[in-house]
T-cell receptor
Framework: ETGVTQTPRHLVMGMTNKKSLKCEQH?????MYWYKQSAKKPLELMFV?????RVENNSVPSRFSPECPNSSHLFLHLHTLQPEDSALYLC?????WGIGYGYTFGSGTRLTVV | SQQGEEDPQALSIQEGENATMNCSYK?????LQWYRQNSGRGLVHLIL?????REKHSGRLRVTLDTSKKSSSLLITASRAADTASYFC??????????FGKGTKLSVIP
């Protein structure tokens, strides 16, 4: 256990469903991140939150909607996804954003869109 | 983007041998980090080397950084089967982003 917990571990959803991914950290970190990892592609940074404010949104389609209600929790709300959105979604946290500390990752949510 | 590019894409060695992975990047960095990922799991931070450092050690890991060539290498000595994983370098750029390449897939054969 790394200190960053992601749920669920696996998720299968239809293209018309709405679901949410959850990430929780109790490391006292101030920055949290969502990454997408698809087969044979580099990890893609999706969103960055620092002190509960979104600081980065790397051209992610609006069918992905992040939410950071407090510094310990991060959600990724999903709706009307496409099969190409199937991937491993990784949450990470770091002490602060922009300082270059190492990131602590969760184990990921394996998402399959059918 | 400033992602690192790891080389080789895949590496297969016998247990006990040393494994060397290389990373190249394109622009100025504040630091460069290496991560390990076991199959289907999250990434684990291994080591961070700052732009003013040339070499760093952690246990069986040795990382070098050559900012003039914009390259880094990760050496794992006396490899074990448990070292089987994908390894990623992640340059931390002045735009405050930590970006990852496709990784080197290391297989250590018992």
């Amino acid at each position: 256990e790394t200190g960053v917990t992601q749920t669920p571990r696996h998720l299968v959803m239809g293209m018309t469903n709405k679901k949410s991914l959850k990430c929780e950290q109790h490391l006292g970190h101030n920055a949290m991140y969502w990454y997408k990892q698809s087969a044979k592609k580099p990890l893609e940074l999706m969103f960055v939150y620092s002190l509960e404010e979104r600081v980065e949104n790397n051209s992610v389609p609006s069918r992905f909607s992040p939410e950071c209600p407090n510094s310990s929790h991060l959600f990724l709300h999903l709706h009307t996804l496409q099969p190409e959105d199937s991937a491993l979604y990784l949450c990470a946290s770091s002490q602060d954003w922009g300082i270059g500390y190492g990131y602590t990752f969760g184990s990921g949510t394996r998402l399959t869109v059918v | 983007s400033q992602q690192g590019e790891e080389d080789p894409q895949a590496l297969s060695i016998q247990e006990g041998e040393n494994a060397t992975m290389n990373c190249s990047y394109k622009t100025s960095i504040n630091n460069l980090q290496w991560y390990r990922q076991n199959s289907g799991r999250g990434l684990v931070h291994l080591i961070l080397i700052r732009s003013n450092e040339r070499e760093k050690h952690s246990g069986r890991l040795r990382v070098t950084l050559d900012t003039s060539k914009k390259s880094s290498s990760l050496l794992i000595t006396a490899s074990r089967a448990a070292d089987t994983a994908s390894y990623f370098c992640a340059p931390f750029s002045e735009s405050y982003q930590l970006t990852f390449g496709k990784g080197t897939k290391l297989s250590v054969i018992p």
